[in-house]
């Protein structure tokens, strides 16, 4: 997966990425190079809201990206069920951090399709019950999600055909931690551990 875009995750292109789009209804955003308490994420002290935007869960129900989920925590990753490479392995560390860490009915683990056009509900859930039952697949209209993703600093764009006819789904890969208010904590890089996980989501969890 291409990401040309690495430099989003440095603490200035984030801050920038944020200041487009974003509902900030409180405080005034924010990002510092102290862990605060995280092991592996970089805080993102309300720079971002979740997106008021609903979308289809893999039940064919509608669901309010940011009023729908009702666990302390959320966990948002933008992927798509034919990803060649990370996708797959991003969403099974996160699940496992959360089961390890006995933090299911407190974290909501939500990934949001690239590639509508092809993971419709169906193939959405029955790709991620093979991951984890509980992970929360949404899809929708493509100009929706791009939407969604843009206001976060997440961009989604078609990548190269293939020779089977198909094609790949150049998107951002980074996971970000909502709080309780549903704004930004913290946001984690590709490489992050199964137990830097664990730390991490105990953190932004005990914080709300």
Not at 31 to 40: C, E, H, K, Q, S
Request: charged letters at 15%; one cysteine or more.
């Amino acid at each position: 997966m291409n990401w040309s875009r690495r430099g989003l995750l440095s603490a200035t292109a984030l801050l920038l990425a944020g200041c487009g789009g974003t509902d900030s209804s409180s405080s005034p955003a924010s990002i510092t190079l102290d862990r605060g308490g995280y092991v592996a994420g970089t805080p993102l002290d309300g720079i971002w809201s979740l997106p008021d935007v609903t979308l289809t869960d893999t039940t064919g129900a509608d669901f309010n990206l940011r009023t729908s989920p009702t666990a302390k925590a959320v966990l948002l990753f933008f992927g798509y069920s034919n990803c060649p490479d990370v996708c797959t392995g991003i969403i099974a560390d996160l699940a496992q951090a959360v089961q390890r860490a006995a933090l299911g009915e407190q974290t909501a683990i939500i990934v949001v399709t690239t590639d509508p056009a092809r993971d419709t509900p169906q193939v959405l859930g029955e790709y991620l019950r093979r991951i984890d039952p509980a992970v929360i697949g949404l899809t929708g209209e493509l100009d929706s999600i791009v939407a969604a993703g843009e206001t976060l600093g997440v961009f989604i764009k078609e990548g190269k055909k293939l020779p089977s006819g198909g094609y790949e789904v150049d998107h951002s890969t980074q996971v970000l931690g909502f709080g309780a208010e549903r704004t930004s904590q913290v946001v984690w890089t590709t490489g992050t551990s199964i137990g830097n996980y664990m730390a991490d989501i105990a953190t932004l969890v005990d914080a709300q």
